[in-house]
């Protein structure tokens, strides 16, 4: 797309000339195993994004959550995240088939900070730490397992500027509900009746009932 006036940023140069290098203290938060606080952290951490790319380049940025602490950590370096049975689209999982580079954000409702991993990923299909992960009686059928090879604590500016966590800037009703969208486009032949039962009050109650 072409847009006038436009001025596009071609080099890691040109970028740079206008963001200057990071402050030396940044640069250098990087590290390569889990500090205890970032064990802490993971431990009250109910949900994270997973970032990942396929060999042609073409990326999927995945949601994943459970009770806090879902995340195992194996050893100072390695961590294991649960997959739960989905729409078996699996976009990531199918990336890193092809490309086990992930980039990971891991968030604590109400604080403005996150804890960023980026490393390989392996699909595991079982291990006995299987067994603590285990939620209302669903054992997952596969995990991610992360080597890390980066981790560091991210600012709290996003969040400030956005105001995601004050509850008086919500409005979760400003753009139709998840059973008008779906109807609107990718369940175009079903019932919306029926769509608005299914994404009710009771969808909540079968969201580890579900299997692939």
Not at 17 to 33: F, I, N, S, Y
Not at 112 to 127: F, M, Q, S, V, W
Not at 134 to 147: D, M, Y
Request: hydrophobic share 40%; proline share 7%; net charge negative.
């Amino acid at each position: 797309m072409d847009i006038a006036g436009m001025v596009e940023i071609t080099s890691s140069d040109e970028l740079r000339e206008l963001v200057p290098a990071p402050l030396q203290a940044t640069a250098d938060k990087v590290r390569k195993e889990l500090h205890e606080l970032d064990k802490q952290w993971l431990a009250e951490s109910p949900f994270c994004l997973i970032a990942t790319a396929a060999a042609d380049g073409s990326c999927d940025v995945s949601p994943k959550g459970d009770p806090a602490g879902f995340t195992k950590v194996l050893d100072d370096c390695t961590i294991a995240i649960p997959e739960r049975a989905g729409n078996r689209r699996i976009d990531g999982f199918l990336n890193i088939v092809t490309n086990p580079h992930v980039g990971l954000i891991f968030l604590i409702p109400g604080r403005g900070e996150t804890l960023r991993i980026n490393g390989r990923a392996r699909i595991i299909k079982d291990a006995p730490f299987f067994d603590d992960m285990i939620v209302k009686g669903n054992r997952p059928q596969l995990a991610l397992l992360v080597e890390i090879e980066e981790i560091f604590h991210h600012c709290s500016k996003a969040f400030l500027r956005s105001k995601i966590w004050k509850p008086e800037t919500w409005n979760p009703d400003a753009v139709p509900s998840r059973a008008e969208i779906a109807k609107a486009t990718d369940r175009k032949d079903a019932d919306l009746a029926e769509l608005k039962e299914y994404y009710g009050p009771t969808y909540e109650e079968g969201i580890y009932n579900v299997k692939y």
